[in-house]
């Protein structure tokens, strides 16, 4: 019985990823549409041709570096000058994105620079109740981190923005590593660290002080362990996803992919072992949890937040999550509603009546759909708002500023198709029962995403599993390319 539950799991998880990579697809094809009629032009017109050209052109492109990457031997000399090689060719570059673009930071980026560099004068974190540190407490975690790189360096951009490059190169090794312990093919490891590397939308925020790079190396660490499934990697797994979860507060979106699996693919399918795998699993959640607790009081018993790690606003991400008017993203117009130096107390009352009335909207002229699909593109289809956030704008030309955007719009597009391509082949294929543990955490993400506020740069936690599948789509194309021309030879 329970390994028909996992069977069935398995095809639907599968099927899953079909309909995400297809309706990824569509976006896609419906941003560029839209794009074309808001500039007036016709879909015949010139230029959806040249846009398909390079479309195609970049396709071409990406699959003959790949069959280059495949036809150096797999042997372990050559393996590690592979990955050396590609390494250094993406510090090279991410070093020299850092070099083009300003060292200023806004938004969330200067509120965690500027509070460190005030809390360390002895300066307070917050005024009153309803400042950003007071609201979004887990965002402490993080602070505290860049307090200690400005404690030990001295408040120096380039530092944070060096140690970025550095947490960039230690996920495409993590991603190599992670590609190699799923299906233990070099070629699709190499692969994956090429197809993460020269995603622009994924590594441009590296001249920000973001959260993103350094949380996501202890997450993929998390998925490693797991993946290792020994007697000590799962409590060492509640460990790195902890500090994960202090830095990057996303915890729970892999507490529960890494749960479901562990129930569906370790209890159920593997009775015999079912004792061994109980424990495993409650003794990965016991140390997070316990772990996760002692930081949040570490926090809140050092002084420098009172709240500790919690998040006092929750309908914060509601209030803008489901506003059909923006498209469940963050608006000036909504932050215009509410008064930002009222109390806590106020404010939450407030925030929970403008997220009951854009419910009773949503239900009222039926938009739910609507706004979901919105919701979906935006997050995973449409081009990220990563670029935005550089500030690339502020020292080049708008002309150089939309050509970056669309490069990097059409790399995503082509290995979104790769993506897709893969998932379509999966269907008649055995997929290992580790791929499914990054399935089942990234839709829960996805979902989860569905609800609260979307923005595109928040895909990059899960660029790299994304990139990972994808690179499987490489070999589709390879491979359909290579027995074309052992057909066409004979």
Known sequence: MGQKITFWVSKILQICLVLFSGIIIIGIGNYWIKFIQEQGLHLSSRSLIIFLICLIGGFIAISGCCYLLAKIPDQPNYNRCVLLGLLLLFAL??????????????????????????????????????????????????????MLIVKLFGAHIRIVQLLNVFYQLIILLLTYCLSQKLFHKVTVSRWSVFLLGINLEWFVLNNRVTDQYIGLIFFLLTLILIIDDHRFSWPAAGITLALANYLRPLGIIFIAGIVVFGVVYRLLALPKNKLRSCGRIIAFAAVYFLLTTCLAGAVKHSGLNEYGLSNRDPEWKLVMGLNYRSNGTNKAFISKQFNQHSRRRTMQTKERDVVKKNVQQLNRQHQWLSLLIN??????AYPSNSLDYTLFRKNHSQQLYQLLIDVAFAVNAIEMLLLFIAAIAGLRKKMPVQSYLLLLTLFAYAAAQLIIEVQGRYRIEFTPILIIFASLGVQVVLSKIHERRVKGCH
């Open 375 to 380: 919701k979906f593109y935006l997050l995973w």
């Open 93 to 146: 570059i991410f070093i020299f994105w850092l070099h083009i673009t300003p060292t200023v930071q806004y938004s969330d980026y200067g509120e965690f620079w500027q509070s460190s560099i005030k809390v360390l004068k002895g300066q307070p974190l917050y005024q009153t109740d309803n400042d950003y540190f007071a609201k979004w407490a887990y965002q402490t975690g993080f602070l505290s981190y860049v």
